[in-house]
């Protein structure tokens, strides 16, 4: 069954916690499978690490990465075995590939070797220390362009456009805690620092970029058989040469998410699955659409909820 005003969208990093997937991994054999299977690709226990951590070796970008996405790709299955499929998808970040995977564009084997690699890769871009990722609460788009674009202490841009009121800051950590100051300055009603180990999405990142495109060229990447919205252009694509261009610039590119919701809205869709760890997203598309139907599956309780719910009409 594909609903047609259906999306499913698919968190990315920050929102992975120990314990994510475990109840799904008992409930159906082919989860199970799922974890087998990249645990046997990456040379570590996959399900161990995300049901029991440490947290943090869960935390840290190469392992989080490729765990996030084996969780998130468990509920797509959970969800696809009871017959519900998306009219569209969408994915924070990381989650492009779940979304990916989800549109038949890229394997599953792939996508967990995908985010390993580029979680490896955008580890490495920047020394350790360096960098600093900071949220800004209160202000708008242009408040927060402006400000960066005044800070003095070095670079610092904007990675993530999440919802109206929520904008994540990302580059130099000096120059990122000169933008913090500047924010609070301007009205901001909460600003605070990021417990990541790397600056994402910002300039710093374009070494990573080339690098993670020179890795890309080796897999194999389709078209998209289900509507995909990507989060530099927050727009409709389709074709293998455009994903693959738009995975690459996304490593070192603003994610427009508040876009990339408004986008799917436009097109007919009211109704948004979070598939995967927690409701991150579930928060930020409130904000950006009010009135939107909202579910999230993460384990067999939220997946008969949401199921129950959509078949019947409810939220």
């Given amino acids: 069954m594909r609903s ?7 968190p990315g990093q920050g929102s992975q916690h120990v314990g994510m997937g475990k109840d799904l991994f008992e409930r159906f054999e082919e989860v199970k499978e799922l974890y087998r299977s990249a645990s046997a690709l990456l040379g570590y226990d996959v399900a161990a690490l995300s049901f029991e ?7 840290r970008t190469s392992r989080t990465q490729p765990c996030l996405l084996v969780a998130s790709v468990a509920a797509y299955t959970a969800l696809e075995s009871r017959g519900l499929r998306p009219a569209a998808v969408a994915g924070h970040s990381l989650g492009e590939y779940s979304a990916l995977v ?20 955008m580890q490495e871009a920047v020394p350790e ?3 600093l990722m900071a949220a800004i609460l209160g202000l708008d788009r242009a408040a927060v362009d402006s400000l960066c674009s005044a800070v003095t202490a070095g670079y610092v841009g904007v990675a993530n456009y ?3 009121g929520q904008i994540v ?11 913090m100051g500047r924010a609070l300055e301007g009205g901001a009603r909460k600003v ?3 417990a990541v180990s790397v600056p994402s999405h910002c300039r710093l990142m374009e070494e990573a970029g080339r690098a993670f495109k020179e890795e890309l060229a080796a897999f194999d990447i389709r078209d998209a ?18 994903i693959r261009a738009s995975l690459v610039r996304q490593i070192s590119r603003s994610v427009r998410w508040e876009d990339c919701v408004k986008t799917l809205h436009a097109s007919g869709i009211m109704t948004f699955v979070e598939v995967g760890p927690g409701r991150v997203l579930s928060g930020l598309i409130k904000r950006t659409v009010p009135g939107a139907r909202l579910f999230n599956v993460e384990n067999g309780e939220s997946l008969e909820g949401a199921l129950s719910q959509i078949a019947a009409g409810g939220s």
């Fill in 53 to 59: 951590g440490p947290p943090a070796e869960l935390n």
């Fill in 225 to 242: 058989q289900v509507r995909f919205v990507n989060n530099v252009e927050a727009g409709f694509i389709s074709k293998a040469d455009e």
């Fill in 129 to 131: 220390g360096k960098g």
């Fill in 192 to 194: 605070m620092a990021l």
């Fill in 102 to 121: 989800a549109a038949g564009s890229i394997s599953f084997m792939d996508a967990v070797k995908l985010t390993a690699l580029r979680g490896r890769i």
């Fill in 162 to 164: 999440n919802c109206p």
């Fill in 4 to 10: 047609s005003d259906v999306a499913f969208v698919f």
């Fill in 169 to 179: 800051i990302s580059g130099e950590r000096g120059a990122v805690e000169e933008a």
